[in-house]
């Protein structure tokens, strides 16, 4: 399964995210995963305003075994690329 987690601020959010994302700010992320989910090998994508809390959330995940866990960069250059592709990046 996949799972894609904007990490900005609850205000970022609720401004534009993509769809079917779910939403846990990067400070939260060790305390808030396992209600996500606790498969290990799941993916998960992580992403921000710019890539830099989405990279900081990927490495808190990987220090928890979620070694699938990839930041995918920045909203607004995701948002821009999904709009003439179907996947992501």
């Not at 846990?24 to 994508?45: H, N, P, S």
């Not at 959330?57 to 990987?62: G, K, V």
Request: charged share 25%; net charge negative; aromatic share 10%.
């Amino acid at each position: 399964m996949l799972y894609l987690i904007d990490v900005r601020t609850t205000e970022e959010f609720e401004m534009g995210h993509l769809d079917n994302a779910l939403h846990v700010d990067y400070r939260e992320i060790l305390q808030k995963i396992d209600d996500i989910t606790t498969d290990k090998d799941a993916d998960i994508y992580l992403y921000c305003r710019s890539g830099v809390r989405s990279a900081i959330a990927a490495q808190l995940l990987h220090s928890r075994g979620y070694y699938k866990a990839l930041n995918i960069g920045g909203y607004e250059a995701l948002k821009a690329h999904l709009e003439t592709h179907s996947t992501f990046p």
